[in-house]
């Protein structure tokens, strides 16, 4: 049962572990406000997700994931402004049935790329597809040429810079830097109250799980190895004939999608969004999630991401003025202290003591583990 | 009622206590004269807010942290000394304001979920914040889901009115047309050229100001630029400028970016005594940043100026100075952040009680006469009456006052013929 190409038997314990930890524990023991705070952090999850199959796997350090969270966000938002602009809720607008945003500048009249956002099944293809399709451009016109390393970072960074400056320029249509505020139903059903919350809380968990699976998956298939030989040693991979371009851009889209998921899941958990989160700053937060929970494990970064973000609230509330400093003092401490993150203190301290607990004198099970991958893992 | 209220209550006992001279007697006498008529926390709290018999707790919610948080910080200053001048008159209803602080962090989701957790978690009473638009914007469907007070203390664009909101700066009429007027008729102004950072606040402003230059004071407007925030570049403009020669330069360029667009209009030889510049975003906090020797001779139009030579504004700059430092500079929004715990006490104690419909019904006509810009009055659409003024900056990075209006201006935040 356990022994599937999905995954040996301790990463499903693990997996195990963080469900009933999602389902159970976690809406048992906290309020509504903070159960929708952790939605809230588990959009970045998904991100962090995208990240250990293309950084950690892949060794594609992409520094602006904040794009492709922004345009799944943006697709989800514009979806949901569209249906809380009814004629009956702008009535006060001098062009009613318009975003409030438009009329504020002057647009009379729907842009044409908005008219398809007023169906929720063009917006749940477009999350999907906006964002894999432009990962594939990017991705194609990178790696083909065989650009990557810290020049492809450079170019993810710019590409979230224009974005950002995109969102903000063109008010008019996308919010400026107010974004998109005030969203409230989703095909009538209104997602503010408690109720609403709960129930995307574990809509968004179970998407959350699929995606592990997938990213699972990828590691545990042929193409999950090749991905580590190539960030190993690339030019092997070449010479033995595999295509290093296209798994490049099969593993850049993958976290693409996976952003995208995330920024859809944001817009509805929060009821918002707007070009902060697109922009150069958050996509390096994202990567520091996946740095916090160990870039090599797909469930570390999940934990990364909680930890990062519930530090971020607690820190805030209790010390308004200086909070930043204790959060970059976290930082600095796990990255000097711990360099595979979460991960690798759970494989380094916790996980040989359990095993010597349970498998005391059998052998140890066959199994790719994260510490088996770590292993001489360079950084990038 | 209410005029009683505020009369025994505010004008001479405030100004004893803020020069510190009675602040013994007054401090042991006037708690226990209150606690004696304080109303029981049942009838003045009947919707769960954080109320006991003794405190009342408020949320305080700006930026500490962030590129706003050099703005921000004199509206928690000014919040901060407000509070504890109430509570040293016995507070509201007998109770003492005791404030949580949280940090916007300048960025705009964070101040929704500090929002949602100071009226869901901690059930304030009312939240004093918020700053830029985009920052009340997602704060705005919080307060109106969870039935939330919020005071904002902004100048801001207009177009939003809300039972959940008292605005206590001025909306983009009645900050912009009375300084229009002014210039037209002083300086016999009749081309404008404007200059804004942007988003929505300035690109509202301009378009109010460009219907009242071209439909009212029948004069043009040859130029307007927009740059997006933090921008330091601003040579091309001041070419065109030099171009264009307009009579009136009307800015809104916010932030850091003043600091630059002053030096370089200076640095190409525009002299600001000669050439008529009027700012509606420079304030004297702007100035510590500019350098008043570069910003000399701007007129600058809003509601309040540090200078205000009225007894009001007399007692309440030394108390600001003395609570937070002698260097500290007041701007007309931290002015108005000042009003915010006024104007919510006496609202509550017109309404005897807290519950937040209430006091939104309460609101309008509240009167609070203590204000250091002087008298103001709560509309019914939630925002202020006030005066408006136009000053002209010095080189200490003070204003001099040159004109107001004669009464109160009315706020009008959906403006006939504007939008």
Not at chain 1, 118 to 147: D, E
Not at chain 1, 252 to 274: E, H, K, R, T, W
Request: charged residues 20%; aromatic residues 12%.
């Amino acid at each position: 049962m356990t022994d599937n190409r999905f995954f040996n038997r301790s990463e499903f314990i693990g997996i195990l572990v963080l469900a009933v930890f999602l389902v159970v524990v976690l809406p048992l023991t906290l309020d509504v406000f903070r159960l929708n705070l952790v939605a809230k952090y588990l959009t970045y999850a998904f991100v962090a997700l995208g990240l250990v199959v293309c950084w950690g796997y892949g060794g594609i350090l992409s520094l602006g994931q904040g794009v492709f969270f922004g345009l799944g966000g943006y697709c989800m938002a514009m979806f949901l402004k569209l249906e809380a602009s009814s004629v009956e809720n702008t009535k006060i607008q001098s062009t009613p049935g318009i975003p409030d945003f438009m009329d504020w500048n002057q647009i009379t009249a729907l842009p044409l790329f908005w008219k398809p956002f007023s169906s929720l099944s063009f917006t749940i293809a477009a999350i999907i597809l906006v964002p894999g399709i432009f990962a594939l451009i990017i991705g194609t016109a990178m790696f083909k040429r065989r650009v990557g390393g810290t020049y492809f970072a450079i170019i993810t960074q710019a590409v979230a810079a224009i974005l950002t400056i995109l969102i903000v320029g063109q008010q008019g249509y996308t919010g400026g830097i107010n974004g998109m505020t005030d969203l409230r139903t989703l095909k009538g059903w209104d997602i503010r109250p408690d109720h609403a919350k709960i129930v995307l809380y574990f809509f968004e968990v179970g998407c959350l799980f699929a995606c592990i699976m997938i990213a699972q998956f990828v590691r545990h298939s042929k193409l999950g190895r090749i991905l580590v030989a190539m960030r190993e040693k690339e030019d092997r991979v070449r010479f033995s004939g595999y295509s290093v371009a296209n798994f490049k851009i099969f593993a850049f889209c993958v976290a693409a999608v996976f952003a995208a998921i995330g920024g859809a899941m944001f817009a509805l958990n929060v009821g918002f969004m707007s070009p902060s989160f697109v922009g150069i700053v958050p996509s390096i937060e994202m990567v520091i999630y996946t740095a916090v929970g160990g870039r090599l494990s797909i469930l570390g970064a999940v934990y990364g991401t909680l930890l990062v973000n519930f530090a971020k609230t607690s820190l805030s509330e209790t010390f308004p003025e200086l909070w930043l400093f204790g959060l970059g003092g976290l930082f600095i401490a796990v990255v000097l202290a711990f360099p595979n993150g979460l991960a690798g203190i759970w494989g380094d301290y916790v996980q040989p003591r359990i095993d010597r607990l349970i498998y005391s004198g059998k052998p140890k099970p066959a199994g790719w583990t994260d510490s088996s991958v770590a292993d001489g893992a360079p950084a990038e | 009622m209410s005029d009683e209220a505020n009369k025994g209550l505010l004008s001479p006992l405030r100004r004893k206590l803020l020069m510190g001279m009675a602040a013994v007697p007054a401090i042991t006498m006037l708690p226990r004269a209150s606690f004696a008529q304080a109303p029981a926390t049942s009838a003045v709290n009947t919707t769960g807010l954080a109320v006991t018999d003794t405190e009342v707790t408020v949320g305080i919610l700006h930026s500490a942290t962030g590129t706003m948080a050099i703005s921000e910080t004199g509206s928690i200053e000014a919040e901060k000394l407000a509070i504890e001048q109430i509570n040293a008159m016995g507070g509201v209803l007998g109770r003492k304001i005791k404030f949580i602080q949280e940090d916007g962090a300048s960025d705009w989701p964070t101040f929704a979920e500090k929002a949602k957790k100071l009226l869901v978690n901690d059930k304030v009473a009312a939240i004093m914040g918020c700053w830029t638009s985009a920052s009340r914007k997602a704060v705005l469907p919080v307060m109106e889901q969870y039935n939330g007070m919020l005071y904002y203390p902004t100048f801001y664009e207009g177009l939003e009115q809300s039972k959940n909101v008292i605005y206590t700066g001025q909306e983009a009429t009645q900050q912009i047309l009375a300084g229009l007027n002014w210039i037209a008729k002083e300086k016999g102004a009749k081309s404008f050229f404007f200059i804004g950072s942007d988003y929505i606040w300035p690109r509202t402003s301009n378009k109010i100001a460009r219907k009242h230059v071209e439909n009212v004071l029948k004069g043009k407007v040859v130029g307007e630029e927009y740059y997006p925030l933090g921008n330091t570049q601003f040579n091309s403009v001041i070419n065109k400028i030099k171009l264009t020669k307009p009579d009136v330069i009307f800015t809104d360029v916010v932030g850091g970016s003043n600091v630059a667009f002053y030096k370089q209009l200076k640095a190409a030889g525009i002299d600001l005594s000669k050439q008529a510049l009027l700012t509606i975003s420079v304030t004297e906090d702007e100035i510590d940043g500019i350098g008043g020797e570069n910003i000399a001779g701007a007129y600058a139009c809003m509601k309040y100026f540090q200078s205000l030579d009225n007894p009001n504004n007399k007692t309440f700059v030394p108390a600001f100075k003395k609570m937070w430092g002698e260097k500290t500079v007041i701007g007309d929004v931290t002015q108005a952040a000042y009003l915010g715990p006024w104007l919510w006490k006496l609202t509550v104690e017109k309404a005897g009680s807290f519950d937040v419909d209430k006091i939104a019904a309460a609101s309008p006509g509240v009167e609070f006469k203590g204000a250091p810009e002087g008298y103001v009055r709560i509309h019914e659409n939630h925002h202020l009456w006030s005066k408006t003024r136009v000053g002209r900056a010095k080189l200490d990075g003070q204003f001099e006052l040159i004109f107001e209006t004669a009464d109160l201006v009315e706020p009008d935040p959906f403006p006939k013929g504007y939008q």
